[in-house]
């Protein structure tokens, strides 16, 4: 009797902490792996993600994360993915691109003005479109994260007008857009991973790149880059990516706890970038980096350079999509 009541206890016990049912939660060892290091505004936004779902899952579902492209660079973990070796991970959609053309207009040269517009933007209907062309492919979206305005850093000359791109050695993403971008802008544009870039940078293989202020404090760039143009040239998203071999594997209950704990970690992620960002300037000028703010105008002359990539991009994702683009940036801007 006394055994009965005990054993009741600790099942009513255990209901409490874990109310979504045992049997539709299976231990699940999920390995989610990302690009930049652990301190980083990604890697503080995979641990809460972490977190979230132990805690939803009952302590049932463990994500191993896994920094520093220690599984890899965004296209070798794309790879892993839709094969099934790996569960998770987050990167940026510009490295997509082979795989969902639709990706590339998240690449388009100031496509958007500020925060508020790429997120409703992303959220809405025509971020909701891109990330669906994923599943055909083998990888499921969950939601987009904050990467940010892009902003160019180099070691040889300070940036102030169009003319002083020319002949920079610039690492840029392996994508298409970025290439034809900065090739157009005059720079010796270079693809390279992520993951090769510190080091790329620190033996002069190439005189600069181009990240948000938060990569660039989070990677440590400032150490072997002296020059800072503030450009906000693109607005980068990273998206969270999921194994679609695995995903069709899971129960209904499962898969809204990596779906919930995927809107807590977006939520959570944009308002830490956004906070990390707004210091990060003031940070990055007292460890040394000489920053100058891009003039209106020279900003202006290099959007009018870059007429031919947006038709190019435009071509790529097809016309109804930019279309409707255009047309949801024209509503965002009340017109
Ligand atoms: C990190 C990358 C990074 C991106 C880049 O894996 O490659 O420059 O901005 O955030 O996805």
């Known amino acids: 009797m006394k055994l009965f009541r005990r054993t009741v206890i600790a099942a009513l016990a255990a209901a409490a902490v874990a109310p979504a049912f045992a049997q539709d939660i299976k231990p699940r060892l999920i390995r989610f792996g990302y690009g930049l290091n652990e301190q980083s505004n990604q890697g503080r936004a995979v641990m809460l993600f972490a977190k979230e779902v132990e805690k939803a899952s009952g302590g049932k579902m463990k994500v191993r994360a896994i920094g520093a492209a220690a599984l890899g ?4 973990m794309q ?72 902003n160019l850093t180099n070691g040889t000359r300070p940036v102030a007008k169009l003319e002083d791109l020319a002949g920079i050695k610039l690492r840029v993403m392996q994508n298409p857009v970025f290439l034809d971008t900065f090739k157009t802008l005059g720079a010796n544009a270079i693809p390279l991973p992520f993951s ?9 293989a190439v005189d600069g790149q181009e990240n948000p202020y938060n990569t660039i404090l989070s990677s440590k760039f400032y150490e072997v880059q002296k020059y800072l143009t503030v450009t906000n040239h693109v607005y980068s998203p990273w998206i969270v990516t999921v194994s679609k071999r695995w995903w069709d594997s899971l ?34 000028k007292a460890k040394g980096m000489q920053v100058v703010e891009l003039p209106p105008a020279e900003t202006a002359r290099m959007r009018s350079k870059l007429g031919a990539i947006n038709a190019a991009v435009a071509a790529q994702v097809g016309q109804d999509l930019w279309n409707e683009t255009q047309h949801e940036l024209q509503k965002l801007r009340g017109g």
Do not use: C, H
């Open 196 to 204: 090769e870039l510190f080091s790329a940078l620190e033996t002069r």
């Open 251 to 284: 129960s209904a209950t499962e898969k809204k706890i990596l779906m919930d704990a995927a809107v807590k970690s977006r939520d959570f992620e944009r308002q830490d970038t956004r906070a990390e960002a707004a210091k990060a300037l003031a940070e990055l």
């Open 79 to 150: 790879q892993a993915l839709i094969g099934g070796a790996q569960e998770m991970m987050v990167g940026s959609t510009a490295t997509l691109v082979g795989i969902s053309k639709e990706m590339a207009l998240w690449d388009t040269p100031f496509l958007v003005n500020d925060a508020k517009e790429a997120d409703a933007l992303l959220d809405g209907p025509v971020g909701q479109k891109v990330i669906a062309t994923l599943q055909p492919k083998g990888l499921v979206g969950l939601v987009y994260w904050e990467n940010g305005f892009r």
């Open 73 to 76: 660079p965004d296209t070798q």
